[in-house]
């Protein structure tokens, strides 16, 4: 009985210092930081850091909250966080930070995995950051807020990168942790969002415009948004989106579909030390215009939209899959990955010489497109 008193008054001993917020900052003592983007001073040798802040102090009712821009340097991203403190009264915050942009000539001549290894190394930031290349001279312009603009830029940046593969289907939403992992992984290759500012009316908007191609760490170059579309289709990560196609001689496409749904399956053969790759995708579409008039309730008609569409999404999944070969030899849809899983042993065979073997894979494509809606009622 005794021992057990002395057990419980013990546990209480060393509970008690442990309750209560031995850390507790306010929040009118913290910067908090909502986006952040990465330069590089190659003459000083130095990075520049940008972080967008949620301006809570200044925020009003009818307005909500703002967002102020503050800039450091330092010959790490640690270094030029603690400089940061420099001009502000509080500290920086980076459990909400929401976004990385990076430098596209950063990443191009100095890669981008020790970035993302510190990120992650430091337990404030979180491991859940979408990560995209800025298109601009700099990473800290897609973070610019325009004047007339009343939200927080790195906001409006979530939504865009999040919701892109649902509404038009031509990027990924690709976190911090993926990066590493993917890059440390059999495929060495890997598509991040690219953003560029562009004029809409009187305004300067943020914009996706495709992917960009990372090989080991490095940029190796862009995929266009039409690109990037069937980068998706490979990858099994269209959600959305609308695809065009024209079945007469006009120079225009006069025919939209809609994508309700993808489905695509990858696999692989080896025979007679040759490896193929086969695509398969299946398409569910809506029409929802037809600028040639044509009698889509025909189901011949019909059938041949169909066709036309498959052999279309064919020809270029196989454009895009040379692309990657022949041009950047950067292995983004996993073919490696797939022998990996399956055959160890086949694969410790062909790794030592996989950059030279992955041009070659023949690769075969086969879609399915079927049209579930004309948008037309009898």
């Keep these: ?4 008193l002395l057990a419980c008054l013990l546990g209480v001993a060393i509970a008690l210092p ?27 040798r130095l990075f520049n850091v940008s972080y967008d802040i949620a301006d809570l102090a ?9 967002s102020k821009m503050i800039h450091a340097q330092g010959k790490t991203l640690a270094d030029a966080a603690a400089n940061a403190k420099r ?7 980076f459990g909400t930070a929401h976004v990385l942009v990076l430098n596209q000539q950063l990443v191009r001549e100095m890669g981008i995995l020790a970035i993302t290894e510190t990120l992650l190394r430091e337990g404030e930031y979180r491991e859940t950051m979408y990560v995209v290349i800025s298109q601009e001279k700099t990473a800290a312009e897609i973070l610019e807020r325009p004047e007339e603009m009343s939200s927080i830029m790195s906001v409006t940046l979530l939504d865009i990168i999040s919701e892109d593969k649902d509404v038009t289907g031509t990027s990924l939403d690709t976190q911090l942790y993926q990066v590493y992992n993917v890059l440390n992984s059999t495929r060495k290759s ?35 948004p039409e690109q990037s579309r069937y980068a998706l289709f490979v990858e099994d990560k269209l ?13 225009t496409n006069d025919l939209a579909m809609k994508i309700f749904s993808n489905k695509t399956k990858k696999s692989y053969t080896y025979e007679e030390n040759k490896i193929t790759v086969k695509i398969k995708t299946e398409t569910r579409v809506c029409i929802v215009e037809n600028q040639n008039s044509m009698d889509i309730m025909d189901k011949q008609i019909t059938k041949q939209i169909e066709e036309t569409a498959a052999r279309m ?3 270029n999944i196989k454009s895009l899959v040379s692309t990657m070969q022949n041009e950047f030899n950067a292995d983004v849809f996993g073919f490696g990955e797939m022998i990996y899983r399956k055959d160890q042993k086949l694969w410790n065979q062909l790794s030592p010489s996989w950059d030279e073997i992955y041009p070659t894979v023949e690769v075969e494509v ?10 037309f009622t009898k």
């Excluded at 200044?58 to 703002?66: L, Q, R, T, V």
């Excluded at 959600?239 to 120079?251: C, H, N, R, Y």
Aim: proline fraction near 3%.
């Design 313 to 315: 999404i064919e020809a």
């Design 190 to 224: 890997i598509l991040l969002p690219v953003l560029r500012r562009v004029k809409r009316g009187e305004n300067i908007v943020p914009d996706i415009n495709g992917m960009a191609v990372i090989r080991g760490e490095m940029l190796v170059g862009f995929l266009s």
């Design 58 to 66: 200044g925020a009003e009712k009818k307005d909500g909250i703002s």
């Design 87 to 93: 001009n502000e009264a509080n500290r920086l915050f």
């Design 366 to 375: 086969s879609a399915k497109v079927e049209v579930m809606n004309t948008a």
């Design 239 to 251: 959600d959305g989106g609308v695809i065009t196609l024209s079945l007469s001689d006009t120079p």
């Design 1 to 4: 009985m005794v021992k057990r």
């Design 18 to 44: 442990l309750t209560g917020c031995w850390n507790y900052e306010g929040l009118d003592q913290l910067d908090i930081v909502v986006g952040i983007g990465v330069d590089y001073d190659k003459e000083n």
